[in-house]
């Protein structure tokens, strides 16, 4: 998941893992142009409860909530 997220921020919503595998390589000497061409193949939903709370109606949140991959309170 991307590090930044605004303590107002509603959900978050990426790639994950592939990012940082990459920049390793390249910073062992790799050629970015040598690299192949990786397409995700997992996605991380992350919601703000809080936020959430004041945002959307009792039933959406709930069917929401119970799909995030993490919940931040």
């Given amino acids: 998941m991307p590090a ?6 509603l959900i ?10 990459i920049v390793d390589r390249i910073l062992k ?12 193949t ?6 703000n409860l809080k936020t ?6 009792h039933r959406c949140r709930i069917r929401l909530l119970a799909r995030a991959d993490e919940v931040i309170e």
């Avoid at 978050?12 to 595998?21: S, V, Y």
């Avoid at 997992?42 to 919601?47: C, G, T």
């Fill in 4 to 9: 930044a997220w605004s303590p107002t921020g």
């Fill in 42 to 47: 997992k996605y991380e939903l992350a919601i």
């Fill in 12 to 21: 978050r919503f990426g790639p994950t893992g592939t990012r940082p595998a």
């Fill in 29 to 40: 000497g790799e050629k970015p142009t040598d690299l192949p061409v990786q397409a995700p």
């Fill in 52 to 57: 959430a709370k004041a945002a959307w109606p």
